[in-house]
């Protein structure tokens, strides 16, 4: 496989659910991302990991947990979560060498919850 | 309490004519600046990037013009077929360290005529 996949693809679950999402990349990036897209609303930064190593977490919610083993693999663990959860999570890489630095995107996630 | 909603900005163009789709960005301190094309059901596409050091770049098809004096990014899109049909996104980043996220744009959503 090339590039940044994401599984699964759709996923339905109820409040008091607990699931993963899963995320891999076959660039040799040193970081990854995960994005929420709502309709009517920008993309919205949700993590940040370089080198294994979270950086960034925008006020976040902990029902949503975020796992990084390694380079090429990134996780995104829900518990509990709620209705507005809905939407679709993008996962993304990129390599961190300078201020040039552009983000590849996998497909996504479509996530429903009821 | 709630958040309004976004409208989604919209261009629908004939096929052959040329688009233009334009983006006001936010930071005088970006110096990075990307275009994403996202199709229904997929995650956003890299299409062409642009330093704050050029004010035009041109790949195949596209081009990125940049006027930094008024903060203003657009994409031109050459000839445009229906398979150009999709939501286009333009992001920033600035700063001088690598750990400066990308802001994105709302989006236009782009409809091609046949």
């Known amino acids: 496989e090339t590039g940044v996949t994401q599984t699964p693809r759709h996923l339905v679950m109820g409040m008091t659910n607990k699931k993963s999402l899963k995320c891999e990349q076959h660039?040799?990036?040193?970081?990854m991302y995960w994005y929420k897209q709502s309709a009517k609303k920008p993309l919205e930064l949700m993590f940040v990991?370089?080198?294994?190593?979270?950086?960034e977490n925008n006020s976040v919610p902990s029902r949503f947990s975020p796992e990084c083993p390694n380079s090429s693999h990134l996780f995104l663990h829900l518990h509990t979560l709620q209705p507005e959860d809905s939407a679709l999570y993008l996962c993304?890489?990129?390599?961190?060498?300078?201020?040039?630095?552009?983000?590849?995107f996998g497909p996504g996630t479509r996530l429903l919850v009821l | 309490g709630e958040s309004v909603g976004l409208h989604l900005p919209t261009l629908s163009v004939q096929e052959g004519d040329n688009s233009i789709i334009n983006c006001a960005y936010s930071?005088?301190?970006?110096?990075?600046f990307i275009w994403y094309k996202q199709e229904s059901g997929k995650g956003p596409q890299f299409i062409i990037d642009?330093?704050?050091?050029?004010d035009k770049r041109q790949g195949q098809r596209v081009t990125v013009l940049l006027n930094k004096t008024v903060k203003h990014l657009s994409l031109q899109i050459a000839a445009t077929q229906p398979g150009d049909s999709a939501v286009y996104f333009c992001?920033?980043?600035?700063?001088?360290?690598?750990?400066?996220?990308?802001?994105f744009g709302p989006g236009t959503s782009l409809s091609v005529i046949p």
């Open positions: 660039l040799g990036h040193n970081a």
């Open positions: 642009i330093r704050s050091n050029m």
């Open positions: 992001a920033e980043k600035g700063g001088e360290t690598s750990y400066d996220k990308v802001i």
């Open positions: 993304a890489s990129s390599q961190r060498a300078g201020p040039q630095e552009t983000q590849y």
């Open positions: 930071n005088s301190a970006s110096d990075y």
């Open positions: 990991y370089s080198l294994e190593e979270r950086v």
